[in-house]
């Protein structure tokens, strides 16, 4: 068998790809930006060619930074950005519009009335799921109602649809495979998570034809082989997809229900594994498919919050406070406390528990006295806050208590930002010795798929501890942070 595994990271704002040794060593990477594109307000959308050109670049430049042929590649892995929906025309693999991302929020009004006519119950108990801009079901829906043609070419079966794992597969495969794997498929709105299939009511409420979407497959088995590529050979396999936030539950080794970890990326995600039966949330936290694994399915409980990293890139391009997000640290460790200043960053309205896509952000508390240091280190706070909110929730649905919280992501590496999380939510926090635990969840999936890796828990073996950051801020000055962060909520 040849001696390694490609792992493509398909994210919101880059491509990466990373080459992956038996002994679970990343080898090469490879990654390159792309442009994020903002018609108006609140809408975001990416170039489905501009993604492509992006990950082979990643390819490429992975093998050649490992310094290994192509044809040592014994299979390949995808995780990527999850609810971004992509159509294309079936013949000649082009897209018919540009990708809506998981960001925009564009459906709303479908969202709303969908409220309004008491369908969001349907949704949320077969789909696990809230009615909610957020999901590729409405996105989907806006496309067929706003852009002339669509409907029609989708009755003449012209047309495909799916989230980016399915783009990269057809793309990968020459246009053989139009597959989703289940953790994807489960934030469509459109799958019964229970049954692990596409559900026609729902599909039908939304008016979208079922024969648009992919096949629904596991998460760990091969979907396709390679073909017709530049920077492959024909005949490799792709054995193993998983929704970005998923792949890196998996990658951080939490194999056991009341497992939990938090990525943070653009947004912060924090998954914790429930099992084999789906806890569904009395506060509107998502229930959702973790993985689809030889006939079984594992799912999670879900806190998406929207703007995580994203805040600090504002304060980089929009206010030029800092020159690179690595900066935010330096800076926000200049004072002790952010002085009463709070940032609520509903740049594209709020997430979970709240759920308010007309929300906008704010920064309350500013006097004479505030510094550009006192704002960065709100915007930390901010972020860590927001998961606060999650775990809170979290451990009321799921009766579960979190003993520790693994981490990964840009952002982990910041360790004023991971001291301020582990105070907020009074539970140690834990960072692994490799941080791409997403794309290295891909690599394990398509590895066990074709034996390169025996089973789970050698990749349990394997993980590894950097660092753990434990609570030390003082209970009062807790509570004091807490409470103004939830004054100025109410006002966002």
Same mark, same amino acid.
């Given at each position: 068998?040849?001696?390694?595994?490609?792992?493509?990271?398909?994210?919101?704002?880059?491509?990466?790809?990373?080459?992956?040794?038996?002994?679970?060593?990343?080898?090469?990477?490879?990654?390159?930006?792309?442009?994020?594109?903002?018609?108006?307000?609140?809408?975001?959308?990416?170039?489905?060619?501009?993604?492509?050109?992006?990950?082979?670049?990643?390819?490429?430049?992975?093998?050649?930074?490992?310094?290994?042929?192509?044809?040592?590649?014994?299979?390949?892995? &995808?995780?990527?950005?999850?609810?971004?929906?992509?159509?294309?025309?079936?013949?000649?693999?082009?897209?018919?519009?540009?990708?809506?991302?998981?960001?925009?929020?564009?459906?709303?009004?479908?969202?709303?009335?969908?409220?309004?006519?008491?369908?969001?119950? &349907?949704?949320?108990?077969?789909?696990?799921?809230?009615?909610?801009?957020?999901?590729?079901?409405?996105?989907?829906?806006?496309?067929?109602?706003?852009?002339?043609?669509?409907?029609?070419?989708?009755?003449?079966?012209?047309?495909?649809?799916?989230?980016?794992?399915?783009?990269?597969?057809?793309?990968?495969?020459?246009?053989?495979?139009?597959?989703?794997?289940?953790?994807?498929?489960? $934030?469509?709105?459109?799958?019964?998570?229970?049954?692990?299939?596409?559900?026609?009511?729902?599909?039908?409420?939304?008016? &979208?034809?079922?024969?648009?979407?992919?096949?629904?497959?596991?998460?760990?088995?091969?979907?396709?082989?390679?073909?017709?590529?530049?920077?492959?050979?024909?005949?490799?396999?792709?054995?193993?997809?998983?929704?970005?936030?998923?792949?890196?539950?998996?990658?951080?080794?939490?194999?056991?229900?009341?497992?939990?970890?938090?990525?943070?990326?653009?947004?912060?995600?924090?998954?914790?594994?429930?099992?084999?039966?789906?806890?569904?949330?009395?506060?509107?936290?998502?229930?959702?498919?973790?993985?689809?694994?030889?006939?079984?399915?594992?799912?999670?409980?879900?806190?998406?919050?929207?703007?995580?990293?994203?805040?600090?890139?504002?304060?980089?391009?929009?206010?030029?406070?800092?020159?690179?997000? $690595?900066?935010?640290?330096?800076?926000?460790?200049?004072?002790?406390?952010?002085?009463?200043?709070?940032?609520?960053?509903?740049?594209?309205?709020?997430?979970?528990?709240?759920?308010?896509?007309?929300?906008?952000?704010?920064?309350?508390?500013?006097? $004479?006295?505030?510094?550009?240091?006192?704002?960065?280190?709100?915007?930390?706070?901010?972020?860590?806050?927001?998961?606060?909110?999650?775990?809170?929730?979290?451990?009321?649905?799921?009766?579960?208590?979190?003993?520790?919280?693994?981490?990964?992501?840009?952002?982990?590496?910041?360790?004023?930002?991971?001291?301020?999380?582990?105070?907020?939510?009074?539970?140690?926090?834990?960072?692994?010795?490799?941080?791409?635990?997403?794309?290295?969840?891909?690599?394990?999936?398509?590895?066990?798929?074709?034996?390169?890796?025996?089973?789970?828990?050698?990749?349990?073996?394997?993980?590894?501890?950097?660092?753990?950051?434990?609570? $030390?801020?003082?209970?009062?000055?807790?509570?004091?942070? &807490?409470?103004?962060?939830?004054?100025?909520?109410?006002?966002?």
């Amino acid at each position: 068998m040849p001696d390694y595994i490609l792992a493509i990271d398909q994210g919101t704002t880059s491509s990466r790809a990373l080459i992956v040794d038996k002994s679970m060593n990343i080898r090469g990477v490879g990654q390159q930006e792309f442009k994020q594109r903002y018609p108006r307000p609140g809408w975001v959308e990416h170039e489905p060619e501009a993604i492509w050109r992006s990950v082979e670049h990643s390819i490429a430049a992975a093998i050649k930074n490992a310094g290994i042929k192509a044809a040592d590649i014994a299979g390949i892995g &995808i995780t990527n950005q999850r609810e971004t929906i992509v159509l294309w025309d079936p013949k000649s693999g082009k897209p018919v519009h540009n990708a809506i991302v998981w960001q925009c929020r564009r459906s709303a009004a479908i969202c709303e009335r969908l409220r309004s006519r008491g369908l969001e119950r &349907i949704f949320t108990r077969k789909t696990g799921l809230l009615l909610d801009p957020y999901f590729s079901g409405t996105k989907l829906a806006w496309l067929f109602e706003n852009v002339a043609g669509l409907r029609a070419r989708a009755k003449a079966g012209s047309l495909k649809a799916g989230t980016i794992d399915s783009y990269l597969v057809f793309r990968l495969t020459g246009g053989k495979s139009h597959v989703t794997d289940a953790s994807n498929a489960s $934030r469509t709105l459109l799958l019964d998570i229970k049954k692990v299939a596409w559900d026609e009511e729902l599909a039908d409420l939304l008016r &979208i034809p079922l024969s648009l979407l992919p096949r629904v497959v596991g998460n760990s088995e091969v979907y396709g082989k390679t073909k017709g590529l530049g920077c492959l050979p024909d005949g490799i396999p792709i054995a193993g997809m998983a929704g970005d936030q998923q792949a890196a539950l998996f990658g951080q080794a939490c194999f056991n229900q009341g497992d939990a970890k938090c990525t943070f990326g653009t947004g912060s995600f924090l998954l914790m594994n429930t099992g084999a039966k789906p806890a569904f949330s009395k506060n509107r936290l998502l229930t959702t498919i973790a993985w689809h694994l030889d006939g079984r399915t594992t799912y999670a409980l879900e806190g998406s919050v929207f703007i995580a990293g994203a805040a600090v890139q504002w304060l980089r391009d929009g206010l030029q406070m800092i020159k690179t997000s $690595r900066d935010i640290e330096a800076l926000a460790a200049r004072v002790g406390s952010s002085d009463g200043v709070v940032m609520v960053p509903a740049l594209v309205g709020l997430g979970a528990p709240h759920w308010r896509p007309e929300a906008r952000g704010l920064i309350s508390g500013i006097t $004479r006295g505030t510094t550009a240091a006192h704002i960065a280190r709100a915007a930390l706070e901010a972020i860590a806050l927001q998961n606060y909110e999650i775990i809170k929730a979290m451990e009321s649905d799921s009766g579960l208590k979190l003993r520790q919280l693994k981490v990964d992501g840009g952002a982990a590496a910041n360790d004023l930002l991971m001291q301020i999380q582990a105070d907020l939510i009074h539970r140690d926090i834990v960072r692994p010795r490799l941080i791409e635990t997403t794309a290295m969840g891909a690599a394990f999936l398509a590895g066990l798929a074709i034996g390169y890796w025996p089973d789970v828990e050698a990749i349990a073996r394997a993980w590894k501890e950097d660092r753990t950051f434990s609570a $030390r801020m003082d209970a009062d000055v807790r509570k004091d942070l &807490i409470r103004r962060w939830n004054v100025a909520v109410g006002k966002a």
